[in-house]
């Protein structure tokens, strides 16, 4: 069995939901993966069942439009706007936060969940997850996961530990 199928299973849809999510968002011009996902694509994969994307501004309301008819459930909320199909697992996050508008202009394409994506740039996705990790508003487990993820990416990149926080840091210096 793939990871897509396992995927699959395990989401009640989730790979098929975001294989016609990725048909929608390539019809709108720029975008990209970031969050769990992307950080998947860089390192030894955990399991998640976000997908946290940042797509071109002036487009959200189009793409929004889309998932509705295409029979998604979509909420916007201060920071993001979410979309779900009915069943599935499958949490989509679009983030409004305009500080990620940056991270379309760099990024390369990988293989998520069977398709081929923009995923933002390693250094753009460390940038992010230190935000989302040094937000006190998240909830505590949220943080701790965004940590873990900094320190599988340091683990893997030992080059990127000056961009770390330096309690990243001194977690990894400890081992």
Request: include cysteine.
């Amino acid at each position: 069995m793939t990871a897509t199928e396992v995927f699959e299973s395990v989401t009640n849809g989730g790979s098929s939901d975001f294989a016609l999510l990725v048909q929608i968002l390539d019809k709108y011009g720029r975008w990209c993966l970031v969050g769990g996902l992307a950080v998947n694509g860089y390192v030894e994969p955990v399991f998640t069942m976000d997908a946290d994307i940042v797509v071109a501004s002036l487009e959200l309301s189009a793409i929004q439009a889309e998932l509705i008819a295409r029979g998604f459930f979509v909420e916007e909320h201060e920071h993001s706007v979410n979309a779900q199909m009915k069943g599935s697992q499958l949490r989509i996050q679009f983030t409004v936060d305009q500080r990620y508008q940056k991270f379309l202009a760099d990024t390369r394409t990988m293989d998520v969940l069977g398709e081929e994506v923009p995923v933002a740039s390693l250094e753009n996705i460390v940038r992010g997850k230190i935000w989302a990790w040094s937000d006190p508003a998240r909830r505590l487990s949220k943080r701790k996961k965004d940590e873990l993820d900094l320190i599988r990416i340091a683990e893997s990149y030992p080059e990127l530990r000056d961009i770390m926080p330096p309690v990243i840091r001194g977690q990894l210096e400890e081992n």
